[in-house]
């Protein structure tokens, strides 16, 4: 195989189960990337284990269901895993039963009652900063005492801004940061492009790295992350991404599609 760039790739086995981002890859401004659904129909008719993977921490996996069946894109929720779960997953890996003072909306307050979370603001063991459209200063003053205080200091992902109609809206990793300088603490990201997310999403549908091909159209947090966790990597260029823009990163992806109608032949080979 040859990879974006001409680089020499080893041979890898047939892919048997996909991860794909959200954004930019399925769905675009709230209308679906053509051949989106086409695809995710073929990974059902030929019984390919996916999930749909997204830093987005503010929604459910129910809620994000709803909005993506809105576009015509039907992906059951037990099929989207997001940086709340994947960071839900970890706490109750490091610490069982544990607490947490959650800044967040219900997708992370959700998942951490999920797996037997307590949410407290009393001598929590972590404080976990996710996404809200409602920073409030009172929560990250007590964010910040805590943190102080020895409560270890989790983030769902680091991205600095995200999108709205109006332009971009501080996200969490800005909000992490400011923390930071107030308590010379950083954080711990679980989110892309952690490759943790990626690992934890692996076990959850009994994938392996070597069969399991990564489809993202960012450079930055898809397409690092699936390399770091071992897995296929396939840039889109529906999102984020350029072609021209490739070049400035010192990994590549192993190919560049323009869109993931591009795959679905591949995914009906394996």
């Given at each position: 195989m040859v990879a974006a760039g001409g680089m020499s790739m080893p041979q890898r086995p047939p892919a048997e189960c996909w991860l794909t981002d959200m954004d930019g890859v399925?769905?675009?401004?709230?209308?679906?990337?053509?051949?989106?659904?086409?695809?995710?129909e073929a990974l059902v008719r030929h019984e390919r284990p996916f999930l749909v993977?997204?830093?987005?921490?503010?929604?459910?996996?129910?809620?994000?269901?709803?909005?993506?069946?809105?576009?015509?894109?039907?992906v059951p929720e037990e099929r989207i895993?997001?940086?709340?779960?994947?960071?839900?997953?970890?706490?109750?890996?490091?610490?069982?039963?544990?607490?947490?003072?959650?800044?967040?909306?219900?997708?992370?307050?959700?998942?951490?009652?999920?797996?037997?979370y307590t949410l407290t603001d009393v001598e929590?063991?972590?404080v976990v900063l996710g996404e809200t459209r409602t920073y409030s200063f009172e929560a990250i003053t007590q964010a910040i005492r805590l943190v102080a205080q020895g409560a270890r200091f989790i983030a769902t992902n680091p991205d600095t801004t995200g999108p709205s109609p109006e332009g971009p809206l501080p996200a969490t990793g800005a909000v992490a940061a400011l923390i930071t300088r107030a308590t010379g603490i950083d954080p711990y990201f679980v989110g892309k492009p952690n490759?943790?997310?990626?690992?934890?999403?692996?076990?959850r549908i009994g994938a392996h790295s070597e069969t399991t091909v990564m489809v993202g159209d960012r450079m930055e947090t898809d397409i690092v992350a699936g390399i770091e966790a071992g897995l296929d990597t396939v840039l889109v260029l529906s999102g984020s991404t350029s072609r021209s823009e490739v070049?400035?990163?010192?990994?590549?992806?192993?190919?560049?599609?323009?869109s993931v109608a591009d795959l679905i032949d591949e995914v009906a080979t394996g």
């Open positions: 399925l769905v675009s401004e709230e209308a679906p990337v053509p051949g989106a659904a086409e695809f995710l993977l997204t830093n987005n921490s503010i929604f459910t996996p129910r809620d994000l269901s709803a909005r993506l069946r809105r576009t015509g894109i039907d895993w997001t940086s709340a779960l994947a960071t839900a997953d970890f706490l109750a890996a490091q610490q069982p039963g544990g607490s947490a003072f959650p800044i967040g909306e219900a997708g992370l307050t959700t998942a951490l009652h999920e797996v037997g929590p063991d972590f490759p943790m997310m990626f690992r934890s999403a692996l076990n070049g400035a990163f010192p990994y590549r992806p192993a190919r560049i599609v323009n």
